[in-house]
């Protein structure tokens, strides 16, 4: 199965100090299909997806959207090409109410809402006023209402009730996207593209059913 | 309801009657009657904002509820304040792992050890104790800045235990952990729970709360919709509408 | 009352100075609304400002329009667009915390002033020209209105309504307050936050600027005067809680009218004093008022509400040098001949206060700006014991004592404040503190020298001072370690952990709190003993601020930092000119945006990478 490519890191080294996040990692995003980086916490996980989105600088190698080099603009220049990240943690503005944060995507929020309804009550209230959980959500809907070319969710599914995490799935069939997780989620389809992490460096990439085959023996 | 008494003892760990909080005019906690029993764990579950971590810190005294009571043992603690309670023998964790980044390992256990009374020889002695059981024993002069999530929520878990807690509240301890780390920490809280504490166990992973949990509330909307024994709760119309 | 046209007279000159406290209050919330930043550089950028606008239409001979134009649409926003990209840039965007924000505005006020001081020279200047020609209208009723009020009152207006029509009508609005929040996160919602930073910084100077060149002509022009002024508009943006614009305009307007009328009744007998010092304070008492009020939701909504200084505390080193280093400096001067111990014999003092900051903020997490009125307190208090025969040593006990019980006093209501509302309680507490009772003669009037007899030479005056000081570096180090230290560390570390792990967190910041005061109270003492008198000017609330910015600069975790840093400004000062050392101390304060940990922090660094 061959898609063009979406989104690439070539040979990137990301460093902290003296410490080594990344070492030389190549990962590829093909067009509207779905990619899983998975590996154990500090791994470099969340460095692929800092690089990608412009949050960390890198050292060595490439960042490509459609086969442009983005490596030298600023975060909110790569989002406005669409190349969205969801972070982990916090990821919501604590003085907005969630209208004003849905409002910064500059599009009308109903298709969003039609597709997490419970967000809709919600809508005057401050951020700081809802749970870990709907925090979460929010910053997950925000992203998606931006229609972006290329989403990065680090470990969307953290803190989301299961009824959630299944309507977030359905939204992120035929997207092209890269999600962060400990390990190869059961709903994966078996065309997304895997990259296995190990102490920041790629050690296996293939597709999610050769993995699910291979772990079988 | 787990609270008949028993030969005249009280066998509730914890009591809440009626327990309400407000914010900003909502009640997102509504009206809840909540009871642990000590040996046994409690499964708290829900949707995405039903109130189950404002709950939790009603109860732990972060926040003051609006209306209700709570009962720790037979004392009346609904205006206690937090320290008081923790004390008295209640521990919790976070939702957002709450550890204290500026010190050790060992220390941070020792934190928890030391409200109990056990400091000098005792305290030490309690914290390798805990650090064992856990599996952090090895990391005990390390700094928690830089360490991964998952040793982070065992070292919260590591400084909730070192107090000999009676009731443990435990906020979505799995978020964050691997396979390996949320099967050893559901082994310390059975083994938490096979000493006596009562445990309450906010948690999405389903698979772990059948696992676990004896028995389980179900929380929407700051309400209790369903309680019962932990097969009762999951066969319940109502609960598999929510999932 | 037998006129009450009177009445209507002072009411509407009070309407000058409120409209322009109105004015610099609006610019103060705007400025936080915009950039999260509580801007009290605001009153340094107002006074360069008009220096500037005389200097181009007096010195220079422009036109006026043209010099205000470049004034107010070039160089002020200039000037923030600056202050975005150098200083408060790089402090958002590693998520500083409010003792931060705090100190680099703080330095940038100071270096403002320098810069004036420097530029302009000091003497007062009566000829800065009016924007708006001094023309009064005869209103119905034959009262006189001046043109300059009514153009304030139209700035004040104009502002406000811009603002809430940017707010309200464009997508600006809501991506400010994104920005304010959290810079970073605000960038990957593809908000360039740089830019918005840099129009809320440009907008808020050209606010101050503007009060700046309305607020000269009505006072005499000095490099000191016109910030103090501007200080004190605090009061209104705290009235506003930092949010609402309407307020801001009703309690600016609302103090000046009350402040004009007060001066008229002008009551006679016992009060008039109180009253006096009330009318001519109104701002000071404004400020305390509606700082000590509870702020209810309104400290939800705060950008910075957390309760640290910083980020989470780096493990703590143990430095075995540091104290070694810091008992040769101090010791050494003993060793010299002649007067060179008189000049440093302020040193001690000093140090204690600066130490008193390390223990409340760095290790309690409070950010307190009453430190320095700590040390007034405890400097005036000897100063009265001994005018009053008693000996220095028991004034001391009794000045440290008595200051732990107004450490529990004024900390049981204060110490459960967090972040930004916690500093500006504390910062209305020193304005108080300076204003009713350290310029008041009834406390000041009659006092002899502080110091005790029997340290007659210099030499043995500074040994017992090192002595205090030593004892109280032994209380820091006591505190900070062990058990009591653990629980400070995981209380400034995480609050609601520490409580719920059961560390009695009130009263653990009440314990910090009360030991800071008498620590500051003993600093105090030292102080007026080696100055020989109180006087009020080194308890100035501004002069706190910058002996809390000293700490932030050498490090807010550092003891030896604290103990080693007034050595360093008090050689500057005598070395250069008086008020050098706050110059150097202001320049290192913006810079704090790339020194994380300040400087014992970046020393460390360095030796970490040599090792």
Same mark, same amino acid.
């Given at each position: 199965?061959?898609?063009?490519?979406?989104?690439?890191?070539?040979?990137? @080294?990301?460093?902290?100090?003296?410490?080594?996040?990344?070492?030389?990692?190549?990962?590829?995003?093909?067009?509207?299909?779905?990619?899983?980086?998975?590996?154990?916490?500090?791994?470099?996980?969340?460095?692929?997806?800092?690089?990608?989105?412009?949050?960390?600088?890198?050292?060595?190698?490439?960042?490509?959207?459609?086969?442009?080099?983005?490596?030298?603009?600023?975060?909110?220049?790569?989002?406005?090409?669409?190349?969205?990240?969801?972070?982990?943690?916090?990821?919501?503005?604590?003085?907005? @109410?969630?209208?004003?944060?849905?409002?910064?995507?500059?599009?009308?929020?109903?298709?969003?809402?039609?597709?997490?309804?419970?967000?809709?009550?919600?809508?005057?209230?401050?951020?700081?006023?809802?749970?870990?959980?709907?925090?979460?959500?929010?910053?997950?809907?925000?992203?998606?209402? @931006?229609?972006?070319?290329?989403?990065?969710?680090?470990?969307?599914?953290?803190?989301?009730?299961?009824?959630?995490?299944?309507?977030?799935?359905?939204?992120?069939?035929?997207?092209?996207?890269?999600?962060?997780?400990? @390990?190869?989620?059961?709903?994966?389809?078996?065309?997304?593209?895997?990259?296995?992490?190990?102490?920041?460096?790629?050690?296996?990439?293939?597709?999610?059913?050769?993995?699910?085959?291979?772990?079988?023996? | 309801?787990?609270?008949?008494?028993?030969?005249?003892?009280?066998?509730?760990?914890?009591?809440?009657?009626?327990?309400?909080?407000?914010?900003?005019?909502?009640?997102?906690?509504?009206?809840?009657?909540?009871?642990?029993?000590?040996?046994?764990?409690?499964?708290?579950?829900?949707?995405?904002?039903?109130?189950?971590?404002?709950?939790?810190?009603?109860?732990?005294?972060?926040?003051?509820?609006?209306?209700?009571?709570?009962?720790?043992?037979?004392?009346?603690?609904?205006?206690?304040?937090?320290?008081?309670?923790?004390?008295?023998?209640?521990?919790?964790?976070?939702?957002?792992?709450?550890?204290?980044?500026?010190?050790?390992?060992?220390?941070?256990?020792?934190?928890?050890?030391?409200?109990?009374?056990?400091?000098?020889?005792?305290?030490?002695?309690?914290?390798?104790?805990?650090?064992?059981?856990?599996?952090?024993?090895?990391?005990?002069?390390?700094?928690?800045?830089?360490?991964?999530?998952?040793?982070?929520?065992?070292?919260?878990?590591?400084?909730?235990?070192?107090?000999?807690?009676?009731?443990?509240?435990?906020?979505?301890?799995?978020?964050?952990?691997?396979?390996?780390?949320?099967?050893?920490?559901?082994?310390?809280?059975?083994?938490?729970?096979?000493?006596?504490?009562?445990?309450?166990?906010?948690?999405?992973?389903?698979?772990?709360?059948?696992?676990?949990?004896?028995?389980?509330?179900?929380?929407?909307?700051?309400?209790?919709?369903?309680?019962?024994?932990?097969?009762?709760?999951?066969?319940?119309?109502?609960?598999?509408?929510?999932? | 009352?037998?006129?009450?046209?009177?009445?209507?007279?002072?009411?509407?000159?009070?309407?000058?100075?409120?409209?322009?406290?109105?004015?610099?209050?609006?610019?103060?919330?705007?400025?936080?609304?915009?950039?999260?930043?509580?801007?009290?550089?605001?009153?340094?950028?107002?006074?360069?400002?008009?220096?500037?606008?005389?200097?181009?239409?007096?010195?220079?001979?422009?036109?006026?329009?043209?010099?205000?134009?470049?004034?107010?649409?070039?160089?002020?926003?200039?000037?923030?667009?600056?202050?975005?990209?150098?200083?408060?840039?790089?402090?958002?965007?590693?998520?500083?915390?409010?003792?931060?924000?705090?100190?680099?505005?703080?330095?940038?006020?100071?270096?403002?002033?320098?810069?004036?001081?420097?530029?302009?020279?000091?003497?007062?200047?009566?000829?800065?020209?009016?924007?708006?020609?001094?023309?009064?209208?005869?209103?119905?009723?034959?009262?006189?209105?001046?043109?300059?009020?009514?153009?304030?009152?139209?700035?004040?207006?104009?502002?406000?309504?811009?603002?809430?029509?940017?707010?309200?009508?464009?997508?600006?609005?809501?991506?400010?307050?994104?920005?304010?929040?959290?810079?970073?996160?605000?960038?990957?919602?593809?908000?360039?936050?740089?830019?918005?930073?840099?129009?809320?910084?440009?907008?808020?100077?050209?606010?101050?600027?503007?009060?700046?060149?309305?607020?000269?002509?009505?006072?005499?022009?000095?490099?000191?005067?016109?910030?103090?002024?501007?200080?004190?508009?605090?009061?209104?943006?705290?009235?506003?809680?930092?949010?609402?614009?309407?307020?801001?305009?009703?309690?600016?307007?609302?103090?000046?009218?009350?402040?004009?009328?007060?001066?008229?009744?002008?009551?006679?007998?016992?009060?008039?004093?109180?009253?006096?010092?009330?009318?001519?304070?109104?701002?000071?008492?404004?400020?305390?008022?509606?700082?000590?009020?509870?702020?209810?939701?309104?400290?939800?909504?705060?950008?910075?509400?957390?309760?640290?200084?910083?980020?989470?505390?780096?493990?703590?080193?143990?430095?075995?040098?540091?104290?070694?280093?810091?008992?040769?400096?101090?010791?050494?001067?003993?060793?010299?001949?002649?007067?060179?111990?008189?000049?440093?014999?302020?040193?001690?003092?000093?140090?204690?206060?600066?130490?008193?900051?390390?223990?409340?903020?760095?290790?309690?997490?409070?950010?307190?700006?009453?430190?320095?009125?700590?040390?007034?307190?405890?400097?005036?208090?000897?100063?009265?014991?001994?005018?009053?025969?008693?000996?220095?040593?028991?004034?001391?006990?009794?000045?440290?004592?008595?200051?732990?019980?107004?450490?529990?006093?004024?900390?049981?209501?204060?110490?459960?404040?967090?972040?930004?509302?916690?500093?500006?309680?504390?910062?209305?507490?020193?304005?108080?503190?300076?204003?009713?009772?350290?310029?008041?003669?009834?406390?000041?009037?009659?006092?002899?020298?502080?110091?005790?007899?029997?340290?007659?030479?210099?030499?043995?005056?500074?040994?017992?001072?090192?002595?205090?000081?030593?004892?109280?570096?032994?209380?820091?180090?006591?505190?900070?370690?062990?058990?009591?230290?653990?629980?400070?560390?995981?209380?400034?570390?995480?609050?609601?952990?520490?409580?719920?792990?059961?560390?009695?967190?009130?009263?653990?910041?009440?314990?910090?709190?009360?030991?800071?005061?008498?620590?500051?109270?003993?600093?105090?003492?030292?102080?007026?003993?080696?100055?020989?008198?109180?006087?009020?000017?080194?308890?100035?609330?501004?002069?706190?601020?910058?002996?809390?910015?000293?700490?932030?600069?050498?490090?807010?975790?550092?003891?030896?930092?604290?103990?080693?840093?007034?050595?360093?400004?008090?050689?500057?000062?005598?070395?250069?000119?008086?008020?050098?050392?706050?110059?150097?101390?202001?320049?290192?304060?913006?810079?704090?945006?790339?020194?994380?940990?300040?400087?014992?922090?970046?020393?460390?660094?360095?030796?970490?990478?040599?090792?």
């Amino acid at each position: 199965m061959t898609t063009p490519l979406r989104l690439a890191l070539r040979g990137v @080294t990301v460093r902290r100090g003296p410490v080594v996040r990344l070492a030389g990692v190549d990962i590829r995003c093909p067009a509207d299909r779905l990619g899983f980086l998975i590996g154990r916490n500090g791994s470099g996980r969340t460095a692929v997806l800092e690089a990608l989105a412009g949050l960390v600088p890198h050292h060595d190698g490439t960042v490509l959207l459609d086969g442009r080099d983005i490596g030298s603009l600023a975060p909110h220049r790569r989002a406005a090409l669409g190349v969205v990240l969801v972070p982990a943690r916090r990821a919501v503005f604590p003085t907005l @109410t969630v209208a004003e944060t849905l409002a910064l995507a500059g599009r009308p929020p109903q298709p969003i809402l039609d597709v997490f309804p419970e967000l809709a009550p919600l809508l005057p209230r401050r951020a700081t006023a809802l749970s870990g959980g709907q925090q979460q959500l929010l910053a997950l809907a925000r992203a998606l209402l @931006t229609e972006p070319v290329v989403l990065l969710l680090d470990e969307p599914d953290r803190g989301l009730a299961p009824s959630v995490t299944a309507r977030l799935h359905e939204q992120l069939a035929g997207r092209t996207a890269l999600l962060t997780a400990r @390990t190869l989620p059961s709903w994966a389809p078996s065309s997304a593209l895997v990259h296995v992490l190990e102490r920041g460096r790629v050690v296996w990439h293939g597709e999610a059913g050769e993995l699910r085959a291979a772990s079988r023996f | 309801m787990g609270a008949q008494p028993t030969g005249g003892l009280v066998v509730t760990a914890l009591r809440a009657r009626s327990l309400t909080r407000r914010l900003g005019g909502v009640a997102v906690v509504n009206g809840v009657d909540l009871d642990l029993t000590p040996g046994q764990v409690t499964a708290l579950v829900g949707p995405n904002g039903a109130g189950k971590s404002v709950l939790l810190d009603c109860l732990s005294g972060v926040a003051r509820p609006d209306g209700g009571r709570i009962l720790l043992g037979a004392r009346e603690v609904t205006r206690a304040p937090c320290h008081w309670r923790a004390r008295l023998g209640l521990a919790r964790t976070f939702q957002q792992v709450a550890v204290f980044q500026g010190l050790t390992v060992a220390q941070n256990v020792l934190v928890g050890a030391e409200q109990h009374g056990a400091s000098g020889p005792l305290g030490r002695a309690r914290v390798a104790g805990v650090l064992r059981l856990l599996g952090l024993a090895e990391l005990a002069a390390h700094p928690v800045a830089g360490l991964p999530l998952g040793v982070l929520r065992l070292v919260e878990l590591g400084r909730a235990l070192a107090g000999g807690p009676r009731v443990l509240l435990v906020d979505e301890v799995s978020v964050g952990l691997d396979a390996t780390q949320v099967a050893w920490v559901a082994q310390v809280l059975a083994m938490a729970a096979g000493e006596g504490t009562a445990v309450l166990l906010v948690e999405h992973d389903l698979a772990l709360v059948a696992r676990l949990a004896d028995r389980a509330y179900v929380l929407d909307t700051g309400r209790v919709v369903a309680a019962g024994t932990i097969a009762e709760v999951l066969a319940d119309e109502r609960v598999r509408r929510l999932w | 009352m037998a006129a009450p046209g009177l009445a209507i007279d002072f009411a509407l000159a009070g309407v000058a100075v409120g409209s322009a406290a109105a004015l610099s209050g609006v610019g103060l919330v705007v400025c936080y609304r915009l950039t999260g930043v509580l801007n009290l550089a605001q009153g340094g950028i107002a006074v360069f400002t008009a220096y500037l606008l005389r200097e181009l239409a007096v010195v220079r001979g422009w036109p006026l329009w043209l010099a205000a134009a470049v004034c107010l649409l070039l160089v002020a926003p200039g000037l923030g667009v600056l202050l975005q990209f150098g200083v408060f840039g790089p402090l958002r965007r590693r998520a500083a915390g409010v003792g931060e924000l705090v100190v680099a505005s703080v330095g940038v006020l100071v270096l403002l002033i320098g810069l004036v001081a420097a530029m302009w020279g000091t003497a007062p200047l009566a000829d800065v020209p009016s924007l708006v020609p001094v023309r009064t209208f005869t209103l119905p009723g034959g009262r006189l209105l001046r043109l300059d009020t009514v153009a304030q009152l139209g700035a004040v207006l104009v502002v406000a309504c811009a603002v809430w029509a940017v707010g309200r009508f464009t997508r600006f609005g809501v991506r400010s307050r994104a920005v304010a929040d959290d810079p970073a996160l605000a960038e990957l919602a593809g908000v360039n936050a740089e830019a918005v930073g840099a129009v809320g910084w440009a907008f808020g100077a050209l606010t101050a600027g503007l009060v700046g060149v309305l607020l000269a002509p009505l006072v005499l022009l000095d490099p000191y005067g016109l910030p103090l002024l501007v200080l004190e508009t605090l009061a209104v943006a705290v009235a506003a809680r930092f949010h609402s614009l309407p307020v801001a305009v009703a309690a600016g307007l609302a103090l000046g009218i009350v402040q004009a009328e007060l001066a008229w009744l002008h009551p006679s007998g016992t009060l008039m004093p109180v009253v006096d010092a009330g009318q001519s304070n109104l701002f000071a008492v404004a400020l305390l008022v509606a700082a000590l009020v509870p702020w209810g939701e309104a400290e939800q909504g705060l950008v910075g509400g957390g309760a640290l200084l910083a980020g989470p505390a780096a493990p703590r080193h143990r430095d075995g040098w540091a104290p070694l280093l810091c008992a040769v400096v101090l010791l050494t001067p003993l060793a010299l001949r002649g007067g060179g111990v008189r000049a440093l014999l302020t040193v001690p003092g000093i140090a204690l206060v600066l130490l008193s900051v390390v223990l409340v903020t760095g290790s309690g997490g409070l950010v307190s700006l009453a430190q320095g009125a700590f040390a007034g307190l405890g400097a005036l208090g000897t100063a009265q014991l001994v005018s009053g025969q008693v000996p220095g040593g028991a004034a001391l006990v009794v000045a440290v004592l008595g200051l732990a019980a107004a450490g529990v006093l004024v900390g049981w209501p204060v110490v459960h404040r967090r972040g930004l509302v916690l500093a500006m309680v504390t910062f209305a507490l020193a304005v108080g503190l300076s204003r009713f009772v350290f310029q008041q003669p009834y406390a000041t009037a009659g006092l002899t020298g502080a110091r005790p007899s029997f340290l007659h030479s210099d030499r043995a005056l500074y040994a017992a001072e090192l002595a205090v000081l030593a004892a109280g570096a032994l209380l820091v180090a006591a505190v900070r370690r062990g058990r009591l230290g653990r629980a400070l560390l995981a209380t400034r570390d995480h609050e609601a952990g520490a409580w719920a792990a059961g560390v009695a967190v009130p009263r653990l910041k009440l314990l910090v709190f009360v030991l800071g005061a008498a620590l500051a109270g003993a600093g105090g003492v030292l102080l007026a003993m080696a100055g020989g008198a109180f006087d009020p000017a080194t308890f100035d609330p501004v002069q706190g601020l910058v002996w809390f910015a000293t700490v932030v600069v050498t490090g807010v975790d550092s003891a030896a930092g604290a103990v080693l840093a007034p050595f360093v400004l008090v050689a500057l000062d005598s070395a250069t000119v008086p008020g050098m050392s706050a110059v150097v101390v202001g320049a290192l304060a913006t810079a704090t945006g790339h020194l994380p940990g300040g400087l014992t922090g970046w020393a460390r660094s360095r030796l970490g990478a040599w090792s």
